[in-house]
């Protein structure tokens, strides 16, 4: 019996002299992995991410962000330098039609850039043959100047609607490679399907960020060019109300 409490004794004293050793081991080991962690930025981290993910769809969802940007950038340039004071214009075409006629307003309008500037030549290069047919015009070429503005929007709304989609198509493959994997293997262990899933999710979340972006730009211009087109249409009147005053 004292040697059985002698064996227990020292295999205690053992257990409680290696459970510090075995403690401050993993507390190391974490401490490593947590510089390691650490150490990485977050480009190295995303481009980890983005190759984990697989190249065809990763690459395909990238395409369809550089594109989204390249027409969300485009659009808001052209939104900006279309963009007009229209009140200082209806001011120079009012003081131009009372000292020069309509020749001089059009002239103002020629050397004024913008949708709008354009909309008022078109009603006054229409003006000899009446009010109406200038407002007929204003109307016929705000809609043309409406529909530049509007250009390649649906392009954008489609890469919007294609990028969380070709993710969810990434996510769809993903698991039946997992799947694939499972039944090659005859074993559900995480090792054998995580693979797998790890792609299905990267290529879902970096489909969402992108579709995220886009969406941004997207209701940026899409307010920008309401903005534009109420500044056209209440140009619009005050330039058929300039005309009509100036007609009597």
Not at 10 to 36: C, H, R, S, Y
Not at 159 to 165: D, G, R, S
């Amino acid at each position: 019996m004292k040697r059985v409490f002698t064996i227990l004794a020292i295999t205690g004293l053992l257990l409680f002299g290696a459970a510090p050793k075995a403690i401050a081991q993993d507390a190391a080991n974490t401490e490593q992995v947590a510089n390691d962690a650490e150490t990485k930025t977050f480009h190295q981290e995303l481009k980890q991410r983005f190759i984990e993910g697989g190249p065809f769809f990763m690459g395909i969802v990238l395409v369809a962000l550089i594109l989204g940007l390249a027409i969300a950038i485009e659009r808001i340039i052209y939104l900006n330098m279309a963009t007009t004071n229209t009140k200082k214009l209806v001011g120079k075409v009012d003081d131009a039609l009372a000292s020069g006629g309509v020749e001089a307003a059009k002239e103002v309008c020629r050397n004024t850039k913008g949708p709008v500037a354009s909309i008022f030549y078109q009603g006054l290069d229409r003006m000899d043959e009446g009010v109406d047919a200038a407002e007929k015009a204003v109307v016929g070429y705000g809609g043309v100047q409406m529909g530049l503005l509007e250009k390649n929007i649906s392009w954008l709304s489609l890469f919007i609607a294609l990028a969380p989609m070709l993710g969810f198509m990434g996510t769809v493959i993903g698991m039946i490679s997992a799947f694939d994997s499972i039944q090659q293997a005859g074993d559900i262990s995480p090792t054998v399907v995580a693979g797998g899933i790890k792609v299905a999710l990267l290529t879902t979340v970096f489909g969402l960020i992108v579709a995220i972006i886009l969406q941004i730009f997207y209701n940026y211009i899409i307010s920008k060019v309401d903005s534009i087109v109420n500044n056209m249409e209440d140009a619009s009147i005050s330039l058929v109300d300039l005309l009509v005053r100036h007609k009597k």
